[in-house]
T-cell receptor
């Protein structure tokens, strides 16, 4: 079983739609959680951290469920510029901040 | 410009040749990392370095060598390239022992081994 699993998609949605991605992780010792965004042929960039209480950044909302070991990302009012691959990332401390990446979920927003 | 840079951005080589990918960061981050990204896989850690002259293996180190004589540079060498090493390679810095400390990625090097 992969340590971090995501639905690869693609999720094809119209502009203005609300879309949600889920991610599951296998290591209960995981301590920090992030969503990264990766545009086609570009480097991953941090989108947002995920906190136990849930957090929001503009149109983006992230949730963490430690009991079920899953993380979610909700995007409201999708824009064309949201088209990208979203990487779920979990970390745990083992001498350094070790990042474990999911393979990513691809989102395509169309007019 | 400040940040993290990689060179070359694109490289074509032949099986058996030695290839070195360069990574340079200007933030003075103590930690640096090398990942490879292949279709269907998440980024996988090859090697990391906690400081100058301190390096350690990641998840997929076989066939790779790293060094870190200066804090700002972290070159990755493929001693004898194989076709299975065709991939996109990302260097990153940051992400030390502070759990919320993120990693910043370079633009990547696309390597094709023929």
């Amino acid at each position: 079983r992969k340590e971090v699993e995501q639905d690869p998609g693609p999720f094809n949605v119209p502009e203005g739609a609300t879309v949600a991605f889920n991610c599951t992780y296998s290591n209960s010792a995981s301590q920090s959680f992030f969503w990264y965004r990766q545009d086609c042929r570009k480097e991953p960039k941090l989108l947002m951290s995920v906190y136990s209480s849930g957090n929001e950044d503009g149109r983006f909302t992230a949730q963490l469920n430690r009991a079920s070991q899953y993380i979610s990302l909700l995007i409201r009012d999708s824009k064309l510029s949201d088209s990208a691959t979203y990487l779920c990332v979990v970390t745990f401390s083992g001498g350094y901040n070790k990042l474990i990446f999911g393979a990513g979920t691809r989102l395509a927003v169309h007019p | 410009d400040a940040g993290i840079t990689q060179s070359p951005r694109y490289k074509i080589t032949e099986t058996g040749r030695q290839v070195t990918l360069m990574c340079h960061q200007t933030w003075s981050h103590s930690y640096m990392f090398w990942y490879r990204q292949d279709l269907g896989h998440g980024l996988r850690l090859i090697y990391y370095s906690a400081a100058a002259d301190i390096t350690d293996k990641g998840e997929v180190p076989d066939g790779y060598v790293v060094s870190r004589s200066k804090t700002e540079n972290f070159p990755l060498t493929l001693e004898s390239a194989t076709r299975s090493q065709t991939s996109v390679y990302f260097c990153a810095s940051g992400g030390g022992v502070k759990l919320q400390e993120t990693q910043y990625f370079g633009p990547g090097t696309r390597l094709l081994v023929l």
